[in-house]
């Protein structure tokens, strides 16, 4: 009988303990489903940052020489955008800033050049480019490509005194969504939304305009 019970003993808290590890295991996956942004942002972070710290000086330097060799090669502005974003970089910002005015415009598909890495090609051309505009949308803040390029727009802010940076939102990002460095824009740059509403884009146009009129990137008049 005492064995019996032992046994029983035994398999009540073999179950116990398995039942509890389930538990766990849920509540667990549960937590990471709820903060799964933020574990994938934290994860962009980290790789942002060994990306920061493998930028050296003598890579930035030897682009500045590259710059100095070929003054032509400064764009106005150096736009950052996330490839689900690619669209409206293509259809809407191009047709109405670069190909309607006096503006040149880097981007990464068309301007990086061939055999260089990405990350050098980001340093050289952020460096020969006058003013950057980041486009902020969700999928922005979970590249971590994206991501480093606004860690280097914030430095260019504190370290280099280029302080020409406009923020376009194509949607709203929660505060509690919004990553340090953002937030820290936010507040320091104006920002522009892309409203929803077809009739308020002739705004949207104009503000942007003036915006590139007052650090010094003159457009002829733009299309709506």
């Known amino acids: 009988m005492s064995d019996l019970t032992e046994d029983l003993h035994r398999v009540t808290n073999t179950v116990i303990a398995v039942a509890g590890s389930i538990v766990g295991a849920c509540v667990l996956g549960f937590i990471i489903y709820l903060k799964r942004w933020h574990i994938h942002y ?17 890579s930035v330097d030897n682009f500045t020489h590259i710059s100095q060799r070929d003054p032509s090669a400064v764009y106005d502005i150096f736009i950052s955008y ?6 409206w970089v293509l259809n809407e910002l191009l047709p109405n800033v670069e190909e ?18 990405i990350l050098d090609n980001i340093i050289s051309c952020m460096d020969r480019s006058y003013s950057l505009m980041l486009i902020i949308s969700s999928k922005f803040l979970l590249s971590h490509w994206c991501q480093f390029e606004m860690y280097l727009a914030q430095h260019r802010i504190f370290e280099v005194s280029k302080e020409h940076l406009i923020l376009v939102f194509l949607e709203d990002i929660p505060r509690r969504k919004r990553p340090k460095t ?21 705004l949207f146009w104009k503000r ?9 990137i003159s457009s002829r008049e ?3």
């Open 42 to 58: 934290y994860y962009s972070s980290l790789k942002s940052a060994a990306l920061l710290s493998s930028a050296s000086k003598e």
């Open 82 to 87: 996330c490839q689900n974003d690619r669209s």
């Open 100 to 117: 309607t005015g006096d503006v040149s415009i880097c981007l990464h598909e068309r301007d990086f050049q061939i055999g260089v890495t």
């Open 182 to 202: 953002l937030q820290y824009l936010m507040d320091v740059k104006t920002y522009i939304k892309w409203p929803t509403a077809k009739e308020d884009r002739k």
């Open 208 to 216: 942007l305009r003036r915006s590139l009129d007052v650090i010094g």
């Open 222 to 224: 733009m299309n709506v």
